[in-house]
């Protein structure tokens, strides 16, 4: 009984980490360029001293869903969305690069172009960086236009261009920090076929209906396991009862 009541008590805890899964998803619902994790689960073998008869539940997220989501528009300049495939590539606080579909871009204290998440957004040679400026126009190949102060209204300068890359999906991963990453952890080349939308958001690709269906037939499942844990122990008891018994 002890072996049955160990069954009923994985599926019913891995099944609570697969609910955490999609709660997390619904909880981005309204998260601007976010990626839904996928979730599953299947059955692990138990070896010991014996043959492996029984198997234990254990819930996993083998992928990201990578669909788009829909382009929302704002009218902000530097609000910015891609337009097709491709990623923004960010610096990471390491050092390192990550990669996002759409940016709430401002500017900080010192002129460093930051997306919405506050990190660094790349250019051709690194963070761009941007000198004072009246207004910032950004193209659809990534390149940052700027009227300098002091500057007549039809004088823009070209001062860099946003990192866009498209790499493999298949080579992506969601990393620690909710961004995408590449799986090697080395930067992407730059794609010149990349390009974006000004005033325009991504938004997030979850879909609340399907999620709060997954939620309502896993929390259906954890019923069925604590129901067979309360059996095996009532299976117990009576046994016990017989035992003393004869």
């Given amino acids: ?3 049955m009541l160990y069954v009923a008590m994985t599926g019913a805890s891995q099944n609570t980490l697969a609910q955490r899964a999609h709660a997390n998803n619904l909880a981005n619902l309204s998260t601007n360029g976010f990626r839904r994790d996928f979730e599953q689960a299947r059955s692990m073998p138990v070896f010991g001293d014996s043959l492996p008869a029984r198997a234990y539940a254990m819930t996993e997220r083998p992928a990201t869903d990578f669909t ?3 382009l929302q528009e704002t009218g902000r300049d530097l609000d910015i969305a891609i337009e097709g495939e ?3 590539a960010v610096q990471t606080p390491q050092g390192g690069e990550a990669y996002v579909r759409t940016a709430s871009l401002k500017i900080d204290a010192v002129g460093i172009l930051r997306a919405g998440n506050d990190l660094p957004v790349m250019g ?3 963070p761009v960086v941007i000198p004072p400026e009246q207004k910032v126009e950004i193209g659809r190949d990534g390149t940052i236009s700027i009227r300098a102060l002091g500057e007549n209204p039809n004088v823009m300068a070209e001062v860099d261009r946003i990192k866009l890359v498209k790499p493999d999906l298949q080579q992506m ?3 620690l920090d909710g961004m995408i990453h590449h799986k090697s952890g080395q930067p992407v080349d730059a794609d010149a076929t990349v390009q974006v939308v000004s005033g325009f958001q991504e938004t997030s690709n979850v879909n609340a209906v399907a999620e709060m269906t997954s939620m309502l037939a896993l929390s259906r499942q954890f019923e069925l396991h604590i129901k067979m844990m309360r059996t ?3 299976d117990a ?3 016990t009862k017989v035992m ?3």
Avoid: T
């Fill in 1 to 3: 009984m002890d072996k």
């Fill in 68 to 70: 788009p989501g829909a």
């Fill in 86 to 88: 491709g990623w923004i």
């Fill in 124 to 126: 051709n040679a690194g």
């Fill in 173 to 175: 991963e969601k990393g």
């Fill in 232 to 234: 095996a122990e009532d």
């Fill in 237 to 239: 008891a009576a046994m």
């Fill in 244 to 246: 003393q018994i004869s």
